[in-house]
């Protein structure tokens, strides 16, 4: 199997507008990693340090206007301008509920904690601040300082100690997020397991 930093090095002038598309995408709820796409800007400027800057404006770029997409859905939701069921749909009430209770309690460190945690848990916190009309100045302020704190240490860990960072993380991420489906089929089974046995509404 060939390598995926050494074919994605083969076109590594071209990473910065992939990574910013693909992050834009991710905004929108398209199942983009955002961590993967900052681990693989990192090794290839580590291979190409010329590619340092542009890799990085272009990552930080990409998170940061996805974020925002993210709360003007929130936005346009609260105002129903678009429909919340859809929206229901990509992202449980019971989510919004306590990422609402996070948000109200411990402002600012919340998104700190929550740009360290994938498996669409940053989404639902920008679709969130949007729908609770958390005001854009207070937004961007948390969602900058937090998005500087996360994407630096990802970034400037594997860009100064290499494939190893790298290979530790992916490898956690496939742990957690192996964890994350077994506990969703679980708590699937249970509800099923509920709303058989209360039976049919009459």
Aim: hydrophobic share 50%; net charge positive; glycine share 8%.
């Amino acid at each position: 199997m060939p390598d995926f930093f050494a074919v994605l090095g083969q076109y590594i002038e071209y990473f910065p507008l992939l990574a910013l598309v693909c992050l834009l995408l991710a905004g929108l709820n398209v199942p983009f990693s955002e961590d993967l796409i900052i681990i693989s800007g990192a090794v290839l400027s580590q291979k190409n340090p010329a590619m340092l800057l542009p890799n990085l404006a272009a990552i930080y770029a990409g998170v940061l206007i996805s974020d925002f997409i993210a709360y003007w859905i929130g936005t346009r939701v609260r105002k129903g301008a678009l429909s919340s069921r859809r929206i229901r749909k990509l992202v449980p009430e019971a989510r919004l509920e306590k990422m609402q209770y996070y948000l109200d309690r411990y402002g600012i460190w919340t998104f700190i904690i929550c740009r360290f945690i994938p498996f669409g848990v940053r989404n639902t916190l920008f679709i969130t601040s949007g729908l609770t009309g958390l005001r854009l100045k207070f937004f961007a302020l948390y969602d900058i300082i937090a998005a500087t704190i996360s994407v630096n240490t990802l970034y400037f860990l594997v860009y100064n100690f290499g494939d190893d960072i790298a290979g530790h993380y992916k490898t956690t991420g496939i742990i957690l997020l192996a964890a994350g489906l077994i506990t969703a089929a679980f708590l699937f089974l249970i509800k099923k397991r509920k709303l058989k046995s209360e039976g049919p509404k009459t």
